[in-house]
RNA sequence: GGAGGAUUAGGCUAAUUGGUAAGUCAGCGGUCUUGAAAACCGCCGCCCUCUGGGCUUGGGGGUUCGAGUCCCUCAUCCUCCGCCA
């Protein structure tokens, strides 16, 4: 049996079962540890058992060989083999059901937060961490995205439904090369200054990619899947870059390995109808830039300041109030050991909205995946994986929008912008 | 979609035509050295209840006392053909 099927160390929950089961709680999340250590004794007796009646075929097995050789009979040992082979594969198909079992088990827990995590019950526990940046102060009644880009012609939302269904955004015109801008000026800015490698991955994904990441099990309900080929459209970037090293080992000198990737983002979001879901604000499709990090063990919790801070210069750059909110124990992800929030403000909603999410996995998906280093030792070990958006468009372009609208109807292009829109300003007439 | 070829550990490469994976390079540790190189020794895929065992030749299955080797099946890559943006 491999270990690199397990995500949370089985050593570990042999160890320290009650730890294990404590910080679980704090993620909502009841498990049973018991039923898995039983588990985890019954394989490794009944794997005793059987690696001794295979330490005796080999050495019989070889007995015969050399008997053989010498011309001697060796029918009395074959015959009592044939005994021991079927029992070995008995017990071997015995064993594969108890390992599929204990598999199962164990690839649906979610990581454990790391101990700086703050405990909380629901997402309001969450803590803020800091602000930048004032929200303007209108002379006006600011508008909301909607309006403002149907009477600039930005996007159409209803032939959009027409087209695909509810929650799938057609860009049109401006409101188009704004969000091709977006795009371009956020993968510019983590390359150019930021030192990440540009990557266009594929949208579709195998299974065993999904697993890898998190995504599977759990998030199942909440991917597209095509049937037809066993493929998976993307939720996130995420998945396909960080699977970009699975089964690999990578170089101890090139860590941290930094990439940077636009993909398009599919999401069912089911169960969430009915909140949230005007405009822009939650759709089934959307474009996202996004940052993936593999590191070194000891350097994952320095490096994931650093990837907010990264995420933060886009909005910084385009001069956007945000805050960060760090994620209680209750609200981080399945797959994730600490994770910071970056959230825009957006006046004519009037609220906060999610537009980043950076995340530190520790080994979570660095196990799943197997991607490892040889460390100074020589010794192969897990690396640290990270990810954070850099950041998501839709609701980044809402904060645009409202943030820099004039009292005229008008949208003024943020400067950073311009070289890549060719446009400052967007009007209804033009 | 069809035909043929290929897949051995981090890389590269062997294995009496069925007899239980041999080497090499890189890397890590050690001896030696003022230091380095060279040389030599050990480690260098995974698991276990670790002075010892078991597993591992792309994945899964079969035949056999015994499979890298024979059979079936799937995956990936290469070449050719067909179709097509």
């Not at 490794?44 to 050789?69: F, G, M, P, W, Y």
């Not at 090139?254 to 636009?262: F, H, M, Q, S, V």
């Not at 959230?343 to 980043?356: C, T």
């Amino acid at each position: 049996m491999k270990g690199k099927e397990f995500m949370l160390d089985i050593h570990v929950i042999r160890e320290e079962p009650e730890r294990i089961e404590k910080a679980l709680r704090t993620k909502n999340i009841s498990v049973d540890v018991n039923k898995i250590l039983a588990l985890d004794q019954q394989f490794r007796e009944l794997s005793k058992e059987t690696d001794d009646l295979k330490h005796l075929r080999n050495t019989v097995t070889q007995a015969i060989n050399d008997k053989k050789k010498k011309g001697i009979d060796a029918r009395e040992d074959i015959l009592k083999m044939r005994d021991v082979g079927s029992r070995i594969k008995e017990n071997d198909q015995q064993l594969l059901l108890i390992q599929q079992t204990l598999k199962e088990q164990l690839i649906s827990l979610p990581n454990t937060p790391h101990e700086s995590v703050p405990v909380g019950k629901n997402e309001k526990d969450n803590v803020e961490v800091r602000r930048w940046g004032s929200p303007q102060k209108f002379t006006f009644n600011p508008k909301n995205h909607l309006e403002l880009g149907e009477s600039l012609n930005l996007f159409d939302f209803h032939r959009a439904a027409k087209i695909s269904g509810s929650g799938f955004p057609l860009y049109t015109g401006k409101g188009a090369k704004l969000e091709r801008s977006l795009i371009n000026f956020m993968l510019d800015l983590h390359t150019q200054e930021h030192g990440y490698t540009e990557i266009l991955p594929p949208f579709l994904v195998n299974s065993n990619s999904s697993t890898g990441t998190g995504q599977l099990p759990k998030m199942a309900d909440d991917m597209y899947y095509l049937d037809q080929d066993d493929l998976w459209l993307i939720p996130t970037a995420e998945v396909p870059v960080t699977n970009i090293h699975r089964d690999e080992i990578l170089n101890r000198e090139n860590l941290p390995i930094k990439y940077t990737a636009y993909s398009g983002c599919f999401r069912r979001e089911a169960g969430s109808y009915g909140k949230d879901t005007r405009g822009f604000q939650r759709l089934h499709q959307f474009n996202k830039v996004e940052m993936v990090q593999f590191c070194h063990p000891d350097e994952s919790y320095t490096i994931l300041d650093s990837l907010v801070n990264n995420a933060e210069m886009v909005l910084q750059k385009l001069i956007l109030p945000y805050r960060v909110v760090e994620l209680c124990t209750a609200d981080l992800s399945f797959a994730a050991a600490k994770c910071y929030d970056l959230e825009l403000w957006a006046p004519g909603e009037e609220k906060w909205l999610e537009v980043s999410s950076c995340s530190n996995f520790g080994d979570f998906q660095a196990r799943r995946s197997n991607i490892r280093f040889k460390d100074e030792q020589g010794k192969n070990r897990f690396v640290h994986t990270l990810n954070g958006s850099g950041v998501a468009t839709p609701r980044l372009l809402i904060a645009i929008l409202e943030n820099y609208q004039n009292e005229d109807g008008s949208v003024t292009i943020p400067e950073i912008l311009r070289p890549y829109t060719g446009f400052d300003i967007l009007r209804q007439d033009s």
